[in-house]
């Protein structure tokens, strides 16, 4: 296999799939994500389109099961020349004093916990050329998005720290914003939003690729 490799962490749906497909023209896709029926609809779309990837069902809050899934790309291609990281849980919308102890938990674990076995096992993949990306979200700003809003505060902040301290000898650590989406999710806390409005994820995966140079 010549086509360097992507690592898409959270490919099933939204921004994660839309990006595997973009890159599937010049790279070999590696989808992590927990439903199987999602990932096998993106390999669908990929393999139409003349791509070729690698599905990986499993969670990555799992330490030892990532911990795998980094030893397998390394013994079979060595690393990666792109990750991208949009793995996320979004609880129920709730006032802050009211946020569910098991929805707060969750939260933690897959938008913060989960970036401390994450970025170990991914940064010997990368090297000192490869490229990680993360994905800000204006909406974790909005009232009732306190669990989603303060997990995902930290997990930017890991990852601008990650960008700091390999400015000099990579890999290059980048932070990007995506726009709104009409995805699934965002329909269940925006109900009656005029999604006309909204980026499909297509087009906004495109304009985010594009910025990376």
Request: proline residues 7%; neutral net charge; charged residues 20%.
């Amino acid at each position: 296999m010549t086509d360097p490799i992507a690592l898409v962490t959270g490919a099933s749906r939204g921004l994660g799939a839309a990006l595997a497909k973009a890159l599937a023209p010049t790279h070999h896709i590696i989808a992590v994500a927990r439903t199987v029926g999602a990932l096998e609809e993106l390999d669908d779309a990929i393999k139409a389109a003349g791509g070729s990837a690698t599905l990986a069902p499993m969670d990555v809050t799992q330490a030892d099961a990532m911990a795998q899934l980094c030893r397998s790309i390394h013994d079979r291609w060595g690393g990666v020349a792109l990750w991208l990281h949009t793995a996320i849980h979004v609880p129920p919308l709730s006032p802050v004093p009211h946020i569910d102890a098991k929805d707060w938990a969750r939260s933690v674990n897959t938008n913060v916990t989960a970036m401390g076995h994450l970025i170990p096992y991914v940064a010997p993949l990368l090297g000192t050329e490869g490229r990680a990306v993360f994905f800000e979200d204006a909406a974790a700003t909005e009232k009732f998005h306190g669990a989603y809003g303060a997990t995902k505060a930290a997990q930017i902040a890991m990852a601008r720290v990650w960008a700091a301290e390999c400015k000099a000898s990579g890999p290059r650590v980048d932070v990007l914003t995506a726009a709104p989406m009409p995805t699934a999710l965002r329909a269940r806390f925006h109900p009656g939003e005029d999604r006309s409005a909204l980026i499909h994820p297509d087009r906004e995966a495109a304009r985010l690729l594009g910025l990376l140079g």
